[in-house]
């Protein structure tokens, strides 16, 4: 009953590779987000969905794609993983794309690009 | 001056003490203030969000001093249980409002 899963918890693979996190809710939430959290522990927003809608997109390389098949699911792909890639990326989900809500966190997911 | 900052820790203190965490934001804009718990290697959650007039939550207390722009967290009777990272997380403004912008975190350790 995870209220928001992600699948890998661990990925270790080769700098150039392509690899995809998939993230879900069964919270019934209608906004998704992504973070990234690198070495220095800053959690940083990557991009949000609202209802399969992207909203925030912020400055990051466009070898991520974040991808809302439904508004349950937001999985994320990165093409030509580099070093830097390496981190902890964290979905999250909150009932609407308002200030106020609660954000909920799956679990993590530990990237660690050689 | 970076958006969110807080006390760079870390704070070891005794089970029973009272430890008091801080935090600044710089948009004055923001008008929704969290702390979130984050556990070592863990997801981050909600501890309380943060009201003007303060708010309480059994030993945790939150305070919020718009005019300064400056957050509080006390934990009253430590607990081997609230060693964590606590974060400090503020929302943006104009179109980017619902976005939450968080502080590195402060490490509290709790010791027998």
């Known amino acids: 009953d995870t209220a928001v899963s992600q699948t890998p918890k661990y990925l270790v693979t080769q700098m150039g590779n392509d690899k995809s996190i998939k993230c879900e809710q069964n919270?019934?939430?209608?906004?998704m987000y992504w973070y990234k959290q690198d070495s220095k522990k800053f959690l940083k927003i990557m991009f949000s969905?609202?209802?399969?809608?992207?909203?925030i997109n912020e400055t990051v390389p466009n070898r991520f794609s974040p991808k809302s098949p439904d508004k349950a699911h937001l999985n994320l792909h990165i093409n030509s993983l580099e070093l830097g890639d390496s981190a902890v990326y964290f979905c999250?989900?909150?009932?609407?794309?308002?200030?106020?809500?609660?954000?909920?966190f799956g679990p993590g997911t530990r990237l660690t690009v050689l | 001056r970076k958006e969110v900052e807080q006390d760079p820790g870390p704070f070891n203190v005794p089970e029973g003490a009272t430890v008091a965490f801080n935090c600044t934001y710089s948009?004055?804009?923001?008008?929704?203030f969290f702390w979130y718990r984050q556990d070592c290697r863990k997801e981050p959650k909600l501890l309380m969000s943060v009201y003007s007039s303060g708010n309480e939550d059994g030993r945790f207390t939150a305070q919020l001093n718009r005019a300064s722009q400056y957050i509080s967290l006390l934990i009253r009777d430590s607990k081997l249980s609230d060693s964590a990272t606590y974060l400090c997380?503020?929302?943006?403004?104009?179109?980017?409002?619902?976005?939450?912008?968080f502080g590195k975190g402060t490490k509290l350790s709790v010791i027998p």
């Open positions: 969905y609202n209802n399969k809608e992207l909203i």
């Open positions: 999250a989900s909150s009932q609407v794309a308002s200030y106020t809500d609660t954000q909920y």
């Open positions: 919270l019934g939430h209608d906004t």
């Open positions: 948009n004055s804009a923001s008008q929704s």
């Open positions: 997380v503020v929302n943006g403004s104009g179109a980017g409002s619902y976005q939450l912008t």
